[in-house]
């Protein structure tokens, strides 16, 4: 699929909320780095553990977040499919995580991102095949 064979507000669309996305991550992803309390449960403390574990989802979430942007920048609607779809199944595993954890926020959060993801998908292939 060429980045031609897309409608350009299927594209812009799947753009836009797929660059929210992976930037949300990344940055959960940073604030985890600089201010664990941002992101841990109120009766949680910080420790070495969870700074490890920080520094994990960030060698996960920035680069993807850098190479979907490539992607955007360039107009590869190919490689939005492909990064927008794993993002959309993230933000699926991150609202697992906030049922495990109680949290409506970490669950309602990653859920309606994750749907907002699966429609620019779906809407920029159905362009693609039209």
């Given amino acids: 699929m060429t980045t031609h064979s897309s409608s350009p507000k299927a594209m812009r669309i799947a753009s836009v909320i797929t ?3 992976v930037m949300v991550a990344g940055g959960f992803s940073i604030a985890g780095l ?4 941002l992101i841990l449960p109120a009766h949680c403390n910080p420790t070495e ?3 490890v574990f920080a520094m994990y989802a960030a060698a996960r979430t920035i680069p993807l977040a850098v190479i979907t942007l490539l992607a955007i920048f360039k107009r590869s609607a190919a490689g939005l499919l492909i990064l927008g779809t794993l993002a959309g199944v993230i933000q699926v595993l991150d609202c697992m ?4 954890q109680h949290d409506p926020g970490k ?3 990653p859920l309606v991102i994750a749907a907002l993801q699966f429609y620019a998908v779906a809407t920029l292939k159905r362009s693609a095949h039209r």
């Fill in 49 to 51: 553990a969870f700074s």
């Fill in 19 to 21: 660059a929210v996305n």
């Fill in 97 to 100: 995580v906030g049922i495990v």
């Fill in 34 to 37: 600089i201010s664990p309390a």
């Fill in 107 to 109: 669950i309602f959060g």
